[in-house]
Structures are given as structure tokens and as C-alpha cells.
């Protein structure tokens, strides 16, 4: 019966690892191929310059700016979103004042719950929409008319956040912390009601308050949860493509001013289309890959622990 | 619980997931040799010549038209087809209007069964070399040499605005009629000038003293659409280009760095930097879009925009119906080469005839009626635009207060009409110089600055190539 296994598997298997090769692999490798010419995107004649692009790469400054960038929000928006969302999990399912009934969430949870995922299921287009109004640069944008009105602020020296060297980043930062906190709310309260609550009992019991519950109980239960959260966060910000090309002033897919919110996928993308460097893009998206691929590896096995049964 | 196994599949999963996000750089190649593939074309419908018809159309043969229904919408062409039915009573034109001009006509390509004729434009146009390099596209050089509707002693080609042949022409043949006329400029509201008694400044001199004046008036002089720079490059390179003339004109074209640290180029910069340090800017112009900025302006909270002719159809809902809107040209500098009058002007918005179409006497035909007097005063009228017809519009016709305003300027430039085309051969100078003009805007870098800089990426853009 054994060796009838095999033909069986592979049976099932071919067409979607068929798919997968066609589709996802084919296209690594032939993007890997024209990063090695000087293809310009719109012809079918290129040359093969060897390593040239990857070396050039090194010395652009503007690649490096865009990889400092990447690299900090790398550091920052996981942690962020993380803290805040675990904050507001907790808060939602056990940080409410225990009465008799023992361990429950705060009063109105399961409405604050929907209404943190509200940012979710906006689309990035409508999203770009509604932030262009809250960071418009005069008084009528939301955030400097507030300011106006609270006499933070002169109306004739409006704060000009997209277009602003030191507060473009910080603006991208927080409007992808907002997009991505109410979705790891749901996940960390998911796992958080799968921690059964006679533990929290115990605690309560034993007289923990809500700190103390939330650093031995909480978070060592999900720990499996926050090492998921932590890889794909990282991943997000390794994009920030829609982010950076629709909010930040710029010619072609934003990034300004002066390359100040500047991201590798942008980057990229006007070399590709709009400088016509498609093979120097192309480059630029293998190493990309890489640098995507050794932040999944480091988060995995940094965040690697001995799991809790339960 | 099943710890173990969701563990390593939930590993695997995310591997996969870091991988897509990397990038998936599909390459266009397919698309097109896809156009190449073509060619088993049909029977090409013919007709007899004459005075009356003389590109030979089939009285008889269907008409195809597909436009690209953007900015000018769709009603002028419905125009054109009606000029075409009353030429041509017996032929039957069937209209088509897209966004996604590639994605209706590249089957049809294919196929070998294009339409007639394709307002081939918008994000989705079909990249015309590559058309013209497959053999897609009709030679239109006959179309050039037929009368024109409106002097049967004229030839089309001489009713032109100059520049549209060398902008048709692609691969040394004309194959594109880019037929909308396009003018860059400033532009205010003569409803706000005769409220307060203002008059169109002639010089920068007058312009930064009427600057002085409007701000009295708590209304800021100038507002530019900020988080697009090129807006603001035009008003700084027609400086430059009207103070030193044809010959700064073409040492820009062919990317001359030396340019950047002469007279033109010094007087421009530092002219624009004058309505930074006068604070004559409305507060946050340079975190506006185009939409804010423009509309901002429409609500007279601004006197001065630069922008090209299509502002007018673009605000025509945020335009109060007093308005009045007003192009002029770019200030004079002391000692500009060019004439006051002269502008920035171009023609866009590409028509082309495929080869394979089998009514393509047909689309030139339709191409010709677009040519003529009434075609061009058809679109003034409906898209608030002009076309490549010179003095194509009867000065009896009434058209927007905007679009007229074009028409007297473009009378008055004459000849002197320049047409820069450095963005197009070095895009990246062109998001080099938007950056260091967005700097210089928001007052982080001075004009010396702006110079040194934008010397810098024109010599870097001329070891590049690109």
C-alpha cells in the first residue's frame, strides 16, 4: 500500500505546485535575469552588464536613504502597532474591573472591537483620501485646523506634515499603525480567549493586579501570536508602497519632499516605469527579496520559545 | 491542541508570503509581441476620389471610433461622428468610449480587427513607438496632403499649429495626430482684478508689486500645486526659456549643464524665490495637491496659478460662474530674448489610424473633419480646449471665458511659442529638478542652491543618458 502513496500526493499536488512554479517562482527568476541587463522596460532588445546594477546600487544615495527609511520602520512599526494593540486586547478581554462575575473586558468591548477593525476594511485608496483631508496643509486639513482652533497654531504657518522633512515619516508611521491596530486587536483577543480563564482566576485569586496579569499570564501564552504578528508587521513595513506613492509629494510615485519619505518599493517603481532603469529596478527588487526574506528568517528564530501547553 | 503541525505550515505560509512581497515584476514583453502578431487583415474598404472625397473613402463602409473618455469626455466626438454621417449619409458609425484604451484595443489588435480610428490616450494608452515598431499604425502623411475642408487650396498640413508634424512623428513617420494645442501660463480671475482695479502685470517689476498690493487685501498672490512640482517647474523654466531664448531653449533640450550656472537660469530662479521671500505664498500651497491648490484659487483665496489650458475643464465644477478665468503669459524679465507674449504651447492627446482597420480611409476622413474650422470650434466648445488647428475658431464663436483667453493669447505669441521636451527624454532631471524646486518653495534651500543642485542632475543626467 506504501508506494501507492506517492503517485497519489503528487497527484494532488501538481497543479498548484505547477501554478506556484509558473506564476511565483518563473517570475523571481526572470526578474533575477533582467537585473543583470539594461533592459529599459519597453523593448525587447537588452544587454547583459553582469553585476553592474548591483553595484551601482551600493553607491546610490538615494537607494541607501530609502533603505534607512525601510530599515526604520522596520524597527518601529511592529513594536507600535504591537504594544498598542495588545494594550487595547487586554483591555477589551480581561482589563476590566472584576467584580463578582470574575475576568471580563472593559464595558462596551465587543463595539470597540468592531470599531478598531473599522480601519481594516477601508481600502488603501479611500484611505489615502480620508488622511490627504486629515494632514491637508492649510487650516481646513483636520489635524492643523484643530491645532488652529486650540491657538497651537497660526493660521498663516500652517504645518505642512506630508511636505515637511520632519514630520512626512512620522505621518506614514502613524497612519499605518492605525491601518494595522485594529486587525491585531482581533488577533491577539482571539488568542487571548483561547487562554482559559480559570488561570486568570488564580491570578485574581492570588491577588495580581491587572499589570502583573497581563506580563506573567497574558503575554507568555502568546507568545506564538506576537512572534506571527512580529513577522508579518515586518513584512508591511518593507513595503509602505501605497502609503508613501499616493500621501508624499513627488513626480512619480511620491517619496518626497527631497526623498525625505523615500521606501525601496517606490523607489523601484519609478526606475522601473518612469526612469525606464527596468533592469536596474529589477536589481533593486532581488535585493529587496532578500532583505525581506533574512527579516522573516531573524524574527522567526529570534522570537523562537518554549511553547506552553495548555 | 495541534500545536506542532500549524507551527511548521503557518512557518512555511509566511515564508511564502515574504517571498510575494518582494516583487512580482511581470514583464510587458508578451504584450508586446502581441501587437506584432497580427496582420491577416481584411479587405480595406475603398472608394473612388474626388473633389469631394478625396481620400477615397467607401461611401458605404461602417466607421469604428474609440475614445478615450477622460478629462475632454466624449460628447465632442459625438460631434465629429455627426459631421461624418452628413458627409457620409450611407455609413453607419458605431462609438466607443473607454478608460482602458490597451485593454478594448489589444484584442481587436490581434485580431486584426482594430477599429477605424483611437483617441489613444490615458494611463492605459498603448505606448505608440511600440505600436509604430510592430506596423500597427497608419502612415497619416497622405491625410497631410489633402485640402483641407475649410480652403480646398490649402493643404491640412499648412493649417497646423507649428510643432504638431515633428510631434506626430514617430520611427520617421507621421502616424500620430496629436490634436489637442495645449498652452502654460498664469492664471487669475478677471472678476477679482476689476473688483479691485488690477491690471495684468507685464513685467516680474509689476508683478511683484501687485503682489504688494493683493496682499493688502488679505489675499495671498500666489498659490502653486505643491505636492506636484512640475507645476512650479513650468513657471520656472518659461522664465528662463523667455530670457534667453531659443538658444537657452535648446542647450536645455539636449542637456547642456552649463546652462545652470549662466544669466537665464539665475535670473529665473531668483524672480521665483522673490515670491518665497516676500511671503507672498498662500500659507500651506506646498503640501496642496492640485485639486486643493486649484480650488483654493477658485475660492479667490489666491490670485495667481500656474497651470496649463486644461484648468478650466478641470475646475469647471469649483469655478463660481462669475469667475472670469484669465491666462496670461509668464511675466518679462530685464532683458528677455522672447517677447512678452510669448508662451509655452504644445499639442497632445494622440489619434491614430491602425493599419489593419478596415475602414482607415474612413478614420482619416474622420481625422480630416476633426481638422477642420468647425471640428476645431466643436471641441473649444465641449471640451474647453484648443486643437492643432491654427485660428481654427471663428472669433464669433462663444466659448469659456478660460478657453477664449488661450485663443488671445496664442493669436498675440505669434511665433513665439516654445515647446521644452527635456522631461520626456530625461525624466529623471526632471524629478531631480521638481525636488530642489519644492526645496526652494518651502524656503529650505536658497537660489544658489537650486542652481547648484539642478547643475548637478543635469550633469548626472547626461552621463546617464536617461
Known amino acids: ?37 539594461d533592459w529599459n522596460g519597453e523593448s525587447t532588445v537588452m544587454h547583459v552588464i553582469g553585476l553592474k546594477n548591483y553595484s551601482t546600487l551600493f553607491s546610490d544615495s538615494v537607494f541607501q536613504q530609502a533603505l534607512v527609511h525601510n530599515l526604520l520602520l522596520l524597527l518601529l512599526l511592529p513594536v507600535i502597532t504591537i504594544v498598542l494593540a495588545l494594550f487595547f486586547a487586554f483591555m477589551l478581554n480581561v482589563g476590566g474591573r472584576g467584580g463578582t462575575g470574575g475576568v471580563q473586558g472593559v464595558r462596551g468591548s465587543s463595539a470597540y472591537r468592531v470599531i478598531f477593525f473599522f480601519p481594516q476594511l477601508l481600502s488603501i485608496a479611500i484611505l ?48 499605518t499603525v492605525w491601518w494595522w491596530v485594529g486587525f491585531y486587536l482581533v488577533y491577539f483577543s482571539a488568542a487571548m480567549q483561547a487562554i482559559p480563564k480559570d488561570i486568570y482566576e488564580a491570578a485574581l485569586l492570588d491577588g495580581a493586579g491587572r499589570v502583573h496579569t497581563f506580563l506573567r499570564i497574558t503575554l507568555p501564552l502568546l507568545w506564538d501570536s ?30 518626497g519632499p527631497n526623498y525625505h519619505s523615500e521606501v525601496l518599493s517606490t523607489y523601484l517603481m519609478r526606475n522601473f516605469l518612469y526612469y525606464g532603469k527596468s533592469g536596474y529596478a529589477c536589481a533593486m527588487g532581488v535585493v529587496i527579496l532578500f532583505l525581506t526574506l533574512v527579516v522573516s528568517l531573524v524574527a522567526l528564530r529570534s522570537t523562537r520559545r518554549v511553547r506552553i501547553e495548555f | 491542541m495541534g500545536s506542532t503541525i500549524e507551527q511548521t505550515f503557518g512557518r512555511r505560509d509566511l515564508i511564502k508570503r515574504a517571498a510575494l512581497l518582494g516583487i512580482t515584476a511581470v514583464p510587458t514583453t508578451g504584450l508586446l509581441s502581441g501587437c506584432a502578431a497580427s496582420g491577416g487583415a481584411g479587405q480595406q474598404a475603398t472608394g473612388a476620389k474626388s473633389a469631394a472625397n478625396p481620400l477615397g473613402v467607401a461611401e458605404i463602409a461602417p466607421l469604428d471610433v474609440v475614445i478615450f473618455n477622460g ?32 485593454g478594448l484595443l489589444q484584442p481587436r489588435l490581434n485580431a486584426g480587427d ?60 507621421f502616424v500620430l495626430l496629436q490634436y489637442v494645442y495645449t498652452v502654460f501660463g498664469l492664471w487669475y480671475s478677471g472678476k477679482l482684478f476689476k473688483q479691485h482695479g488690477w491690471s495684468e502685470p507685464k513685467t516680474w517689476t509689476d508683478f511683484l508689486s501687485l503682489g504688494g498690493e493683493i496682499k493688502k487685501r488679505g489675499i495671498a498672490p500666489f498659490v502653486h500645486q505643491g505636492k506636484y512640482p512640475y507645476y512650479i517647474n513650468i513657471a520656472i523654466v518659461d522664465l528662463a526659456v523667455k530670457n534667453g531664448g531659443t538658444d537657452f531653449l535648446s542647450r536645455l533640450d ?99 489610424v491602425p493599419k489593419s482597420a478596415r475602414n482607415a480611409r474612413g478614420g482619416m476622413a474622420f481625422m480630416r473633419i476633426m481638422l477642420s474650422k468647425a471640428g476645431a470650434t466643436a471641441f473649444a466648445q465641449t471640451a474647453n480646449s484648443l486643437t492643432v488647428v491654427k485660428d481654427g475658431i471663428s472669433p464669433d464663436v462663444k466659448l469659456r471665458p478660460g478657453t477664449q483667453s488661450t485663443v488671445t493669447a496664442l493669436k498675440a505669441a ?18 531631480d529638478m521638481g525636488n530642489s524646486s519644492a526645496e526652494l518653495m518651502a524656503n529650505r534651500i536658497k537660489p544658489a542652491e537650486w542652481l547648484s543642485q539642478v547643475k548637478a542632475a543635469a550633469v548626472k543626467a547626461q552621463k546617464g543618458g536617461s
Open chain 2, 71 to 102: 478629462g475632454f469626455g466624449d460628447a465632442y466626438a459625438k460631434q465629429f461622428e455627426t459631421m461624418y454621417v452628413k458627409e457620409f449619409p450611407q455609413a453607419k458609425v458605431s462609438h466607443t468610449s473607454t478608460q482602458n484604451i490597451t
Open chain 2, 414 to 431: 505669434g511665433n513665439s511659442v516654445f515647446n521644452p521636451t527635456y522631461m520626456y527624454d530625461y525624466s529623471a532631471f526632471d524629478v
Open chain 1, 1 to 37: 500500500m506504501r508506494h501507492h502513496k506517492y503517485p497519489f500526493i503528487i497527484g494532488f499536488l501538481i497543479a498548484p505546485v505547477g501554478l506556484y512554479a509558473l506564476l511565483m517562482l518563473w517570475p523571481y527568476l526572470q526578474t533575477f535575469g533582467y537585473s543583470l541587463t
Open chain 1, 226 to 255: 506576537l512572534q506571527t504578528a512580529w513577522v508579518y508587521l515586518a513584512i508591511v513595513a518593507m513595503d509602505f508602497f501605497a502609503q508613501v506613492s499616493t500621501l508624499t509629494p513627488g513626480v512619480a510615485y511620491g517619496g
Open chain 2, 254 to 352: 539636449r542637456m547642456d549643464p552649463t546652462i545652470w550656472e549662466e544669466g537665464p537660469a539665475k535670473n529665473a530662479i531668483e524672480a521665483i524665490y522673490e515670491i518665497v521671500s516676500n511671503n507672498y505664498l498662500l500659507p500651506g500651497t506646498n503640501g496642496m495637491t492640485h485639486i486643493e491648490a486649484q480650488t483654493a484659487w477658485n475660492e479667490y483665496k489666491a490670485a495667481f496659478i500656474p497651470c496649463g489650458a486644461w484648468l478650466e475643464n478641470e475646475q469647471l465644477k469649483a469655478t463660481p460662474s462669475d469667475f472670469e478665468m484669465t491666462f496670461m503669459p509668464m511675466p518679462s524679465l530685464p532683458g528677455d530674448k522672447m517677447p512678452h507674449q510669448a508662451i509655452r504651447g504644445g499639442a497632445n492627446e494622440p489619434y491614430i
Open chain 2, 114 to 173: 482594430p477599429p477605424d480610428v483611437v483617441d489613444n490616450s490615458g494611463n492605459q494608452q498603448i505606448k505608440t513607438d511600440i505600436l509604430q515598431k510592430a506596423g500597427q499604425l497608419t502612415d497619416l502623411t497622405p491625410l497631410l496632403d489633402t485640402p483641407s475642408i475649410d480652403d480646398p487650396n490649402k493643404k491640412i498640413r499648412d493649417t497646423l499649429m507649428p510643432g504638431t508634424i515633428e510631434l506626430g512623428t514617430v520611427g520617421g513617420q
Open chain 1, 128 to 175: 489615502t483620501v480620508m488622511f490627504e483631508a486629515v494632514f491637508r496643509s492649510d487650516a481646513s486639513g483636520l489635524l492643523n485646523g484643530i491645532l488652529v482652533k486650540l491657538g497651537l497654531e497660526d493660521s498663516q504657518h500652517p504645518v505642512e506634515w506630508l511636505s515637511d522633512p520632519n514630520t512626512v515619516l512620522w505621518c506614514i508611521l502613524a497612519v
